[in-house]
């Protein structure tokens, strides 16, 4: 009796260290050790071949599950890729903590917010209110073009506005899309995955959906109507989580 134990216990051991290993593995991401599914397809690992071929499908198959950073909440700032940090305003102030990321160009996507200044910094303002009908989708060509400029000189950009929630997150997604070639629901997962609170407003989901069409003649998200409002698919996807949608 306590051999056929033993035995189902290293049965079920067995088991459960193979449906763990098969759902998470460890990745190599610049030099930082991420957790990312293997089922993901060819989006995984699209930093590493950005702006190269788009995949014949927009929504991927699964979506990479990052370990989220320190401080990656309201507050911190969060790093999405080698070159791109999305923080709130806050974090533009503090620049013993923009030197140690590496950041050279500030992206302040605010109004209310005056740009800190520091000494070798170069800044862009993206002088925008967050509301649904401000026009930021003027800016997302000209953002993401200075985050790829700047990365290839080896720099890094904080894109910030007040709360890093809703503006700043916008550019970072379009510039996902535009250099990255993936999905607008492939961009929010891997942001969201690296900073939880962003919420871009209804008006400005719809003028990312806008954007991602005219990149990739489709769409992978769309606008829903729910109890909540309208609202983009991917916060229906998650709605038994979701606090009132405010924006629209």
């Keep these: 009796m306590c051999h056929q134990k033993l035995r189902r216990e290293k049965r079920i051991r067995g088991r459960w260290i193979s449906a763990r290993t098969s759902v998470c593995a460890r990745v190599r991401f610049d030099g930082t050790c991420l957790a990312a599914s293997t089922a993901m397809t060819p989006g995984q690992g699209f930093f590493q071949n950005h702006h190269h071929h788009h995949r014949s499908s927009v929504v991927p198959a699964a979506v990479p599950r990052l370990l989220p950073e320190n401080g990656s909440l309201l507050g911190g700032i969060a790093q999405i890729t080698p ?19 590496g950041i050279t160009c500030v992206v302040n996507a605010t109004i209310e917010l005056p740009n800190f200044n520091w000494p070798h910094m170069e800044y862009v ?21 200075k985050i790829h400029s700047v990365g290839r000189k080896r720099g890094a950009v904080l894109v910030h506005c007040a709360a890093g929630v809703s503006r700043s997150a916008s550019l ?5 899309m535009k250099y990255h070639r993936v999905s607008l629901a492939e961009a929010h997962a ?28 489709r769409n992978s998200v769309k606008m829903v109507q729910t109890p909540y409002g309208v609202i983009p698919d991917v916060y229906e996807r998650d709605r038994r989580s979701l606090a009132p949608y405010w924006g629209l």
């Design 125 to 145: 303002k993206v002088p925008l209110a967050d509301m649904p009908h401000s026009p930021i989708s003027l800016y997302f060509d000209s953002v993401a073009d």
């Design 83 to 101: 070159n791109l940090f999305l923080s709130r305003g806050n974090v533009a102030s503090n620049r013993s903590l923009l030197l140690s990321k």
């Design 172 to 176: 970072c997604l379009a510039y996902l």
């Design 190 to 217: 891997w942001v969201k995955a690296r900073r939880p609170v962003i919420r871009p407003n209804g008006g400005f989901w719809r003028q990312l959906i806008e954007y991602e069409r005219k990149l990739f003649g």
